[in-house]
């Protein structure tokens, strides 16, 4: 799909404008621009993304639509580690995700209606040396139900856009839909759905009949995805577990929303250290179960906790509390000399940069200004520095 000398020139032009070189057709009159246009701006929005398969020079890039939709290396080696056996890639696509599995199953199998991104993934897969992923055109639940075959795992990565192009949350609003695979699972076999960040879980069991986990999946404190393992032994209160791929430890925080839902949440008024959750926690819904027998919340509301000892395991940031006061630059500007301050909101009137704007302040430094609801339901502001833990 791309001759030495295409590679050559991709690689020669990297880091320049795509745009640019798609108008250079005078420059280079024997090369299909256009093409390669594209193929350089591919490379630099998967840079990071998928850095193993851009740094292979003659792998072939769909359009756009199918990188925004592809799952990252890291979130795709992550889902590798929950199959094994034989696999069904049902919904196909770039084949990321395909990719990471044969480096763990047996055989892949991969499904896609469209056959230009079919042949190019199946050539990508050849470059990437994997010869044991079989490559199908057609449509995923259809060869479901007539393959021989018998899959240890299904996995399903439906387009979350309908026909013009809007954002789908509900299950049988995707493409393919996601409920009708569940009548030919059954207990045959284990279904592992990816979703978007924005779907909400309590429905979402509710529509899959339960499930056995869920994963939330984050990379560097931002909510990429979410997983749903679905099979025979399925309940309606799943372990729920929060994993940052970003950290040594991947594994964040884990519970169920029936335990969140019977705790008790504890309020107190802001002692001598803060904690910002973890979005991933938030996604999850774990606003009271993160709370211990030393860490409180400061409002039912506000998503913000604190203690009078430093406990290096919260998951989320740590802020040590300098002073708080009210929404007044009277009792802040000693220690912003600078007026140059970070600013956050949570349960508060306002945005951060309605905030910064009423007390006149700069972004950055070193000190982060927390405003809030306190226990006491009233706006209050915290100065705070960030724990190097």
């Not at 299950?171 to 045959?188: A, G, H, S, T």
């Not at 000190?367 to 609801?373: E, K, N, S």
């Given at each position: 799909m791309l001759?030495?000398?295409?590679?050559?020139?991709?690689?020669?032009?990297?880091?320049?404008?795509?745009?640019?070189?798609?108008?250079?057709?005078?420059?280079?009159?024997?090369?299909?621009?256009?093409?390669?246009?594209?193929?350089?701006?591919?490379?630099?929005?998967?840079?990071?993304?998928?850095?193993?398969?851009?740094?292979?020079t003659n792998l072939f890039f769909p359009p756009s639509?199918?990188?925004?939709?592809?799952?990252?290396?890291?979130?795709?080696?992550?889902?590798?580690?929950?199959?094994?056996?034989?696999?069904?890639?049902?919904?196909?696509?770039?084949?990321?995700?395909?990719?990471?599995?044969?480096k763990k199953a047996n055989q892949v199998v991969y499904v896609e209606r469209q056959q230009g991104l079919k042949e190019i993934t199946a050539y990508n897969h050849a470059q990437l040396g994997f010869s044991n992923i079989q490559h199908i055109l057609g449509d995923g639940l259809a060869y479901l139900k007539q393959a021989d075959s018998k899959f240890d795992f299904i996995y399903l990565d439906p387009a979350r856009r309908n026909a013009k192009g809007d954002k789908v949350l509900l299950?049988?609003?995707?493409?393919?839909?996601?409920?009708?695979?569940?009548?030919?699972?059954?207990?045959?076999?284990?279904?592992?759905?990816k979703t978007s960040p924005l779907l909400d879980l309590e429905r979402a069991i509710l529509e899959l009949n339960g499930v056995d986990k869920i994963w939330v999946i984050c990379v560097k404190n931002e909510v990429k995805e979410i997983l749903f393992l679905k099979s025979k032994d399925a309940t309606h209160d799943p372990v729920i577990e929060v994993i940052e791929l970003n950290s040594k430890s991947s594994h964040l925080f884990s519970g169920t929303l029936g335990t969140e839902k019977s705790k008790q949440t504890k309020l107190g008024q802001i002692s001598n250290f803060l904690y910002e959750p973890h979005p991933g926690l938030l996604k999850a819904g774990f606003f009271k179960s993160v709370e211990t027998e030393d860490i409180f919340k400061l409002n039912s509301n506000t998503h913000l906790y604190s203690s009078k000892d430093l406990d290096t395991k919260f998951p989320g940031k740590s802020f040590h509390v300098i002073e708080t006061g009210p929404v007044d630059i009277g009792w802040l500007i000693k220690h912003l000399s600078n007026k140059q301050v970070n600013i956050?909101?949570?349960?508060?009137?306002?945005?951060?940069?309605?905030?910064?704007?009423?007390?006149?302040?700069?972004?950055?430094?070193?000190?982060?200004?927390?405003?809030?609801?306190?226990?006491?339901?009233?706006?209050e502001l915290a100065l705070t520095q960030k724990c190097t833990i």
């Open positions: 001759s030495l000398e295409e590679q050559h020139f991709i690689q020669v032009h990297a880091d320049k404008d795509p745009h640019q070189i798609a108008l250079s057709g005078k420059k280079y009159p024997s090369h299909d621009l256009s093409k390669l246009a594209s193929q350089i701006q591919a490379r630099q929005k998967l840079a990071l993304k998928l850095p193993f398969w851009v740094s292979h639509i199918s990188l925004e939709q592809a799952s990252s290396e890291a979130t795709a080696n992550f889902k590798a580690n929950i199959v094994h056996g034989n696999v069904l890639d049902a919904s196909g696509g770039m084949g990321v995700d395909s990719a990471a599995f044969a299950f049988k609003d995707c493409e393919p839909n996601v409920l009708d695979f569940l009548p030919i699972i059954q207990d045959k076999s284990q279904l592992l759905l956050s909101t949570r349960n508060f009137p306002g945005k951060p940069e309605d905030l910064r704007k009423k007390l006149k302040l700069s972004d950055g430094g070193d000190l982060t200004l927390f405003g809030y609801r306190n226990h006491q339901n009233q706006v």
